[in-house]
Structure formats: C-alpha cells, structure tokens
C-alpha cells in the first residue's frame, strides 16, 4: 500500500476503524483501488454522507414537533 495511502487512513479515524472492520480493503488497496471507493463505503456503511445528515436533521425536526404538539395540547 503506498505511504499516501495509509497517511490519509490513520489520519481519519473513521476510515482506520473501517479499515480494521473490514479487513479485505487491505488487499483491495494494495491491488490498486482507488481510496475513494473506500471512503464512499466507508460513509454509507456510517451515515456520514449528507443525505443521511439531512435524514438525522428531519428526525429530530419531527421529533421536536411531536413533542411541542403534545406539551401544547395540555
């Protein structure tokens, strides 16, 4: 694996862990492939990718207004 490589995963600590998790991305990289295809799965795998964040900031919008339409109710 070449040293840029392993820079950018020890430096993010969600992509060491999924490295670590999932073990056959180490022979994936060795062979040539790309670290973004990592990253991508990496981000599915976690809920790091924006429309996730957005589905996260929808729960809690619906959530809160849930809560204000039972507290006003009473």
């Not at 994936?28 to 790091?48: C, D, Q, W």
Request: charged share 35%; glycine share 6%.
């Amino acid at each position: 694996m070449r040293y840029e490589i392993k820079e950018k995963i020890y430096a993010d600590p969600n992509m060491f862990r999924f490295l670590r998790e999932n073990s056959n991305w180490y022979k994936l990289l060795n062979r040539g492939v790309p670290l973004a295809k990592m990253e991508n799965e990496m981000k599915e795998r976690y809920g790091l990718r924006f429309r996730d964040k957005v589905d996260k900031v929808g729960t809690g919008v619906s959530l809160l207004k849930a809560f204000m339409d039972v507290t006003k109710e009473n």
